[in-house]
């Protein structure tokens, strides 16, 4: 059983008129085998704790802790954390040109466990992955999301997610730009993921149609760096039944 535990979390980031605090005191545990879903309205801190639990230079850590297993993950490099089984989905994913996604995997895979994969069944692996994800085995030959359409930036991820097998997965919008269908072989690839055992999953998103393929534990609502109310799936019917308008209301009233 491992356990990724954020406590107190405040985040800033640098602006033209000085720092802003983005996450005002973030208390969040995800244990193996939890689905969390976060939910909310834009520019109420999601992906910045996505990208501060990962190590964006960007996002400064002003208070609190996050820990994975007991070890504290605000003090490793970015490499560390995914070594010690960390990964991060991208809302949008960055182009590498000249890099293949096959020579993009292995890589990663022998940074992650010290030593490159063998490479009879990494190569049944990573075509096996593909094909589930519905692509073919000539992807990987293309460059890292060079060209790719929104749905194969957002399958290739899942991809990594698959090969790379982290302890806990972090899915920043995940569902963003997805069609129907896509949004179906993503979700499956996720819940594949899920159901290996011993594994948790943080799910970012604005909307409740990807929980319909992925069903969360938890749902945590976020309004202006804090976490509103948290529930059960049940939470995020209401959410969507209602919005977000009576708990942006509220943190302004409080403000």
């Given at each position: 059983?491992?356990?990724?535990?954020?406590?107190?979390?405040?985040?800033?980031?640098?602006?033209?008129?000085?720092?802003?605090?983005?996450?005002r005191?973030?208390?969040?545990?995800?244990?193996?085998?939890?689905?969390?879903?976060?939910?909310?309205?834009?520019?109420?801190?999601?992906?910045?704790?996505?990208?501060?639990?990962?190590?964006?230079?960007?996002?400064?850590?002003?208070?609190?802790?996050?820990?994975?297993?007991?070890?504290?993950?605000?003090?490793?490099?970015?490499?560390?954390?995914?070594?010690?089984?960390?990964?991060?989905?991208?809302?949008y994913?960055?182009?590498?040109?000249?890099?293949?996604?096959?020579?993009?995997?292995?890589?990663?895979?022998?940074?992650?466990?010290?030593?490159?994969?063998?490479?009879?069944?990494?190569?049944?692996?990573?075509?096996?992955?593909?094909?589930?994800?519905?692509?073919?085995?000539?992807?990987?030959?293309?460059?890292?999301n060079?060209?790719?359409?929104?749905?194969?930036?957002?399958?290739?991820?899942?991809?990594?997610?698959?090969?790379?097998?982290?302890?806990?997965?972090?899915?920043?919008?995940?569902?963003?730009?997805?069609?129907?269908?896509?949004?179906?072989?993503?979700?499956?690839?996720?819940?594949?993921?899920?159901?290996?055992?011993?594994?948790?999953?943080?799910?970012?998103?604005?909307?409740?149609?990807?929980?319909?393929?992925?069903?969360?534990?938890?749902?945590?609502?976020?309004?202006?760096?804090?976490?509103?109310?948290?529930?059960?799936?049940?939470?995020?019917?209401?959410?969507?039944?209602?919005?977000?308008?009576?708990?942006?209301?509220?943190?302004?009233?409080?403000?």
């Amino acid at each position: 059983m491992s356990t990724l535990e954020i406590r107190d979390l405040h985040v800033s980031v640098d602006t033209e008129s000085g720092p802003k605090e983005i996450l005002r005191g973030v208390d969040l545990a995800v244990k193996s085998g939890e689905t969390h879903a976060i939910m909310g309205p834009n520019g109420s801190g999601k992906s910045t704790l996505a990208y501060s639990i990962a190590g964006h230079p960007k996002y400064q850590i002003t208070k609190g802790t996050v820990t994975l297993d007991g070890q504290d993950i605000l003090a490793m490099t970015v490499d560390e954390r995914a070594r010690a089984g960390l990964f991060l989905a991208m809302q949008y994913p960055v182009e590498v040109a000249g890099v293949s996604v096959s020579n993009f995997l292995r890589t990663a895979k022998t940074a992650i466990d010290g030593k490159a994969p063998a490479l009879r069944t990494w190569v049944k692996d990573v075509n096996g992955a593909m094909e589930r994800l519905g692509m073919g085995t000539d992807f990987g030959s293309r460059s890292v999301n060079e060209g790719f359409s929104g749905g194969e930036k957002k399958r290739h991820e899942i991809v990594q997610l698959e090969v790379l097998d982290p302890k806990f997965a972090i899915l920043d919008e995940t569902d963003s730009g997805l069609d129907i269908d896509a949004l179906k072989v993503v979700s499956d690839g996720v819940n594949r993921f899920h159901d290996k055992g011993g594994k948790g999953v943080l799910l970012i998103t604005h909307y409740t149609r990807i929980l319909r393929y992925i069903k969360p534990d938890y749902v945590h609502v976020f309004v202006d760096g804090r976490v509103a109310e948290e529930g059960g799936p049940e939470l995020a019917e209401k959410l969507e039944a209602e919005g977000y308008a009576a708990y942006v209301a509220t943190a302004k009233a409080g403000a």
